[in-house]
């Protein structure tokens, strides 16, 4: 019998996209102002698994913290914290580490899928899920809102989870995965992708801090087909689709709807107009949003001070977690 609680993290990594916003942090704003019991890590750790430069990451950081405010995470109904500076992590990622295997890991496809280009693998992008699975259970968390290319780490928490409690007592709750069915967010220059932060290639992502100019000129270039009508058509459309499901998420509005509400509309070639009504649509979103950020990153010393709370609030339950830990495996 544990209470409900909501966990989910995100890297300090460069710009939040439109991605991570329809399909990650707006779910945590609805979770957060529908009264759950929420807690939002900024995982630094997680993100230099590959490699970084220090004065980047420590401005990422506040400029993610700055984001995840300007969207409307607010420190007063959610825990937003740093994760590194809660050291239990790192020390309950080693007692998880013992209860896993090479082999276990090995069968991980995001591992699969980063190393592959790497020369040499760092031990930690190998052992990273052991990592996310102690951030959940740090927290005792119960429902994990993750996309679905997490959905294998997840399972990977819960497997640990089980483990550790048949081992040593009854410590951890089991954990809902709670698949996403939404569709992912695509990149606008190859629709066959995900819109992603580690993709290079300029235009292929709207950043949530870009200037309406910069938003439009990139909806503007959105790879679509030949076809001038509005469909909804992932598999055989996947360009106008990733539109349509973009418009969607904004408005709340379901696909079909976008669609027949632009029937009548003469889209001009390669759908340019569509595109324009959309650009309006993320402007409006985007602005107040990119403003506010504005503010915010010029309050660092204000940014520092939630994130210090959120610390304290977080290592509150943490300490507990790995007290509990220690005694139960002998420490
Ligand atoms: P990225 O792939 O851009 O580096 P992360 O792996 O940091 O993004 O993911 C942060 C959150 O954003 C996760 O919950 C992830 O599922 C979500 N997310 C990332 N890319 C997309 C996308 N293209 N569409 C929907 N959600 C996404
Ligand atoms: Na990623």
């Known amino acids: 019998n544990y209470p409900k609680r909501i ?13 991570n916003y329809l399909g990650a942090v707006q779910k945590w704003i609805q979770l957060q102002d529908n009264g759950e019991n929420v807690i939002w890590s900024i995982v630094d750790m997680h993100s230099i698994t590959l490699p970084h430069d220090p004065k980047e990451l420590s401005n990422n950081i506040l400029k993610m913290t700055a984001t995840l405010l300007a969207c409307g995470i607010d420190p007063k109904k959610s825990i937003l914290f740093q994760q590194s500076t809660v050291d239990t992590h790192a020390q309950l990622c080693w007692i998880l580490g013992c209860l896993t295997s090479f082999t276990r890991l090995a069968r991980l496809p995001q591992f699969k899928e980063k190393s592959e280009t790497l020369k040499s693998i760092p031990l930690s992008l190998y052992i990273y899920p052991v990592l996310q699975a102690a951030d959940i259970l740090l927290y005792k968390a119960t429902d994990v809102p993750v996309g679905q290319d997490q959905v294998q780490h997840i399972q990977l928490a819960q497997e640990l989870a089980i483990k ?14 709670v698949e996403d069915a939404s569709q992912r967010i695509k990149s606008l220059r190859d629709p066959s992708k995900k819109m992603s932060k580690s993709d290079q290639t300029s235009k292929s992502r709207l950043d949530i801090l870009d200037k309406p100019e910069i938003l439009i000129e990139k909806l503007k270039k959105a790879v679509t087909d030949f076809t001038s009508k509005v469909t909804y058509e992932p598999e055989k459309r996947p360009g106008v689709s990733n539109l349509v499901t973009i418009h969607s998420m904004l408005t709340g509005k379901s696909p079909d709807q976008i669609c027949s509400e632009v029937e009548g509309l003469d889209t001009g070639k390669y759908l340019l107009i569509y595109k324009l009504v959309l650009a309006d649509v993320i402007v409006e979103k985007l602005n107040p949003i990119r403003e506010e950020f504005s503010r915010l990153i010029r309050e660092p010393a204000y940014l520092q001070e939630v994130l210090r709370n959120g610390t304290e609030r977080a290592t509150e339950i943490a300490s507990d977690s790995w007290c509990e830990v220690r005694n139960k495996i002998g420490f």
């Open 164 to 177: 550790f409690n048949k081992k040593f007592g009854n410590t951890f709750p089991s954990i809902c995965v």
């Open 7 to 19: 966990f989910s993290g995100i890297q300090p990594t460069g710009n939040l996209h439109l991605g």
